[in-house]
């Protein structure tokens, strides 16, 4: 079985800040792993997702997120944020064995503020 | 290309009336699947259709909930009857797989269910 812990149910920044959004996985397999945002009235949209090969993996509007395997996390992170990053972000992870059950975490709501 | 899409927005019943969620998958797309999130709590997987078969319902709560996807295209999740506990955000997503790639979900805006 797996699980997703989100660290932070909210992040509030001040625009123009870094941010980091937390993420740890327990998975008995090996898992993909992904990361996706929600902004206000509208569905869940793909970031960033790691499949295999470089622990570091870029993804669209200027995040990127690092898989470590041996604290089994998988943070968020962009170095600037803007107002228009505000939104709920869910960290979410499949078995790599087959299967297309996503576990998603309970998702960090983060708040940018001018 | 249109993306996925739910219907109602929002639903608001009584405990134990009946109430039908409906589900447009992106054209095409062979996978479709139903979570829940519960009172901001983690998405629930619920169920997964390969056109219309059942591939996996391990998620659904209990047998009030019927999921159904007759010829593969749209879905439908009926709650019958519903407890003040169904209430919640359903989302239906749907995808393709391509050989050797692992899919990509896309989401739709949620259906929220409040039940009195």
């Known amino acids: 079985a797996q699980s997703v812990t989100q660290l932070d149910s909210q992040v509030p920044v001040f625009e123009e800040a870094p941010v980091e959004l937390r993420c740890n996985y327990s998975?008995?397999?090996?898992?993909?792993l992904f990361w996706y945002v929600q902004y206000p009235n509208q569905g869940l949209q793909l970031l960033l997702k790691y499949l295999s090969g470089s622990t570091l993996v870029k993804g669209i509007n200027g995040f990127e997120a690092e898989f470590n395997k041996s604290q089994t996390s998988f943070h968020l992170r962009k170095p600037s944020v803007h107002i228009s990053d505000t939104a709920e972000y869910f960290c979410?992870?499949?078995?790599?064995?087959?299967?297309?059950?996503?576990?998603f975490g309970a998702g960090t709501r983060l708040f940018v503020k001018a | 290309e249109a993306g996925v899409t739910q219907f109602p927005s929002h639903s608001v019943i009584e405990k134990g009336q009946t109430v039908t969620l409906r589900c447009d998958p992106i054209s095409g797309h062979d996978n479709l699947y139903w979570y829940r999130r519960v009172m901001g709590k983690e998405i629930k997987f619920l169920l997964h259709?390969?056109?219309?078969?059942?591939?996996?319902e391990s998620g659904m709560p209990n047998n009030r909930f019927l999921a159904e996807r007759t010829g593969g295209t749209y879905s439908t999740l009926k709650v019958q009857p519903a407890e003040l506990e169904d209430s919640g955000v359903y989302f239906c997503?749907?995808?393709?797989?391509?050989?050797?790639?692992?899919?990509?979900?896309?989401f739709g805006p949620g259906t929220r269910l409040t039940v009195l």
């Open positions: 998975s008995s397999v090996s898992v993909y």
């Open positions: 979410a992870v499949r078995p790599n064995t087959g299967g297309f059950k996503t576990i």
């Open positions: 259709f390969v056109k219309e078969s059942k591939q996996d």
């Open positions: 997503a749907s995808s393709q797989v391509l050989a050797g790639a692992v899919d990509t979900q896309y």
